[in-house]
């Protein structure tokens, strides 16, 4: 390991004050995000001011994920593209961590040596002190740990949220699902439920803070609380997050279609609160290949799970995972997909070519399917769903929808979200970020829609 002076952190010239400042770049879930902002709530309470120009940060940290080679080739072929700026300012400390670190353990090193910090998923809460070993100049710092220490309860960090309207909690980590295909459990490790009381201050203090959405996270949402001593579920978490003041609108992910229980169904529709989004990966429309990823549902148990949420949420939109050209994938199993998309009409579906993951059991199958097949079985799964979200938006268009602005527009405007997580762009400006309004649907792509605020907007 190379031990050197570390030089001139915020070295800006004379005359500047030296506010030290730190860049975080985030790939991968909701879960990087939320862990994104754990790293920026330690960074802040070390008195860093975030900046969101790198060139001008004297600590970059890149949380990277690993769940596809794409991913993985993103990860790698954005610390090249740091290394110049490493150049230009020797000073720079430049820190990887995420679910590639615990991937690729010292691997990540030998590939890209100029990195200066290495941490890990369950370690996140120790970057003050690995921060200030790199700051001391013993570079490269490396501490990834296996596993959370399971004696010591996860620590409540401090957040800088990503945003002031929307707040991502984490209810779950981990996950003990070991679907053939997926690198998650081997980098999450096993499920571990954060307590109630926990997850609702947490809730408690976003509230205070503004906040009017809530999303519970976690690979797996739905086996929320069987680890807890006394034992807990997600029916009852969402009742009491639902008690929340200044919450007013509830939503989870990701559910497991294995373990999305009637009760669960019934417990969302009960709750005004609990917004009418359902997002259930299915992964796949054939039974064969479904007992091959080890889903431990059949395509019928999916399809009456799906007509249960339909039953009691006539409204709800409901989205999905789809993974194409999974090892012994044939054209008639893939057509049994394309009909379940066909029948089902989800609102939005995210699709992925199969990417072997080295040491998962998928990875090893013989009957890999070529690259070619997997491309062309894409594009027409795209194409039809395409289709298919551009006709449900259509529907939309006329009718009037409850919107949470969120956020200015990139091109102007406002944006925000119906209670289905549909996209609505509207006239307007910064004063409607976290007003609930009426909005009538004028226009619809397969994405996005475009509304008008339904109802003249108080002032
Ligand atoms: N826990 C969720 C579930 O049970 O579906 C999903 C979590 S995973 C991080 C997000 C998505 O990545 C999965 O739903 C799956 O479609 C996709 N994915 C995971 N491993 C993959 C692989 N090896 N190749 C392609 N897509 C993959
Ligand atoms: Fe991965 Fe399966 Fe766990 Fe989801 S449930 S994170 S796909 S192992
Ligand atoms: Fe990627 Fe890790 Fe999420 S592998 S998808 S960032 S849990």
Redesign the pocket.
Known sequence: MLCSAAEGIGDRGAGETAVERFHIITQ??Q?NVRDSEAMAGLLVQLGYAPTDDPADADIILLNT?T???GAEERAYGRLGELRALKRRRPGLILGVAGCLVQQERERVLERVPWLDLVFGVHNIHRLPELLAQARDGCVPVYEVWDRADRDRPLPALPALRSSAVRGFVNIIHG?N?F?T????PYVRGRERSVPPDAVVAEVRQLAAQGCREVTLL???VDSYGHDLVPRCDLAHLLGRVHDVEGIVRIRFT????RDMTRALIRAVAALPKACEHIHL?V?AGDDGILKRMH?AYTVAQYRATIDAIREAMPEASIT????VG?PGETDEAFERTLRLVEDVRFDAV????????TG?P??TYPDQVPDETKRRRLQSLNRMQERIAGELNQRLVGTVQEVLVEEAGRKGGVLGRTRTNKVVTLDGGSELIGRVLPVEIVQAGSWVLRGRAAAPVPA
């Open positions: 991968g879930c879960m994920c769940v596809r080679e996950c699902k679907c295909f997926c690198i998650v976690g690979q797996n990701t559910s497991h279609p990966p992964q889903r999905t995972d789809i993974i999974f995210n699709t992925a070519m199969y990417s072997p993951r998962t998928a990875a």
